[in-house]
């Protein structure tokens, strides 16, 4: 990685809004730079440490708080982390977050020029780029990995070039925080995902065969020639995913289910999504999205069954059709054979 030679443990850093308090026993360092209490009021930096930690086990983890409860932060906490990690052994840092609205210029090149040291230090730095922008700080620093999302075939995917990069969006069902679902996508998952590939790649470099990481994610790379005018950030991709997944629930079980759901959704849609059949994003989908916890646990309590967050996908919630066929992903018993 970069100079540094790859140790048997990889150690990250997550600069964030911290991390719950039910996942302490699982950091190896906890730093506060805000004036808030040091645990995660906001979810947004637990989303990121349970998506990294669900692919990636056995790695030694830093969690730096510079985000507020708001998800917001001023130049001088990301300085302090930055600064503080220079006297850490860490191999990689990952910031899923961004700093658009930075007008300080002085704070941007002292920023910089951290960013600077760490990259002699060997240490690869990865960070988000603000949704709906291609510039934004310090993404697009030239010591950093800049992370894009788009919508690619799967996880193992990704496009480089001149450290910057633009992996799957694809929203994943994680845990945030007190435990409950939800989806994380957006810029901050692809950051999270490059994460994940890079620590992959940094395992498998061992002392004896030295590899540059940035050369590995050159050679990796589905593509190494693109302009992000050629990303595809649809919510429409989302159904391609479908096709592959779909189940078909038999006949007298799908009539008990939906009248099981149908009562379940008036608390939370209103009446024309029950007779809904097309496939549009629509406010009901969004609300459903947001409620999905509280609704999948009602599902699972009304139905008996237990549901595995890696079965549910964010297509499941698109019309009624859909969330019955769901029902027999989430419970083989309900699929017709």
Known sequence: MGKQDILDKI?????????????????????????????????????????????????????????????????????????????????????????????????????????????????????????????????????????????????????????????NIYPECIRTLNNKRCFFSGNSKACALATVIMIEIAKKINNSSYINIYDKLSSDARQVEWDYSQVDRSLEKIFYYSVINRHKVVHEKSLIIKEIIIDILKNYVKDEFLVKTDQAFDDDYYNLVSNMDEFINLISKKLSIRISDKDIFPYDFINLDYLINAVGRWDKNYEET
Not at 24 to 37: A, F, L, P, Q
Not at 99 to 122: S, W
Not at 130 to 153: E, I, M, R, T
């Open 11 to 167: 150690k990250i850093a997550v600069i964030d809004s911290g991390i719950d308090k039910a996942l302490k026993s699982g950091i190896t360092e906890i730093r506060n730079y805000t004036g808030e209490n040091e645990f995660d009021l906001n979810g947004h930096g637990t989303s990121a440490f349970n998506y990294i930690t669900g692919y990636c086990q056995n790695i030694d983890v830093i969690i730096c708080k510079v985000l507020n409860s708001s998800g917001k932060s001023e130049s001088s906490p990301l300085i302090a982390a930055l600064t503080d990690l220079l006297d850490t052994n860490v191999n990689i840092i990952c910031m899923p977050l961004s700093f658009a609205g930075f007008d300080n210029e002085y704070a941007v090149n002292i920023i910089h020029k951290l960013l600077e040291e760490l990259n002699k230090k060997g240490v690869i730095i990865v960070c988000s780029y603000k949704n709906g922008s291609k510039n934004s700080f310090p993404a697009c620093d030239q010591y950093v990995v800049g992370v894009y999302g788009g919508y690619l075939d799967n996880n193992s995917v990704f496009w480089y070039k001149n450290r910057k990069m633009v992996t």
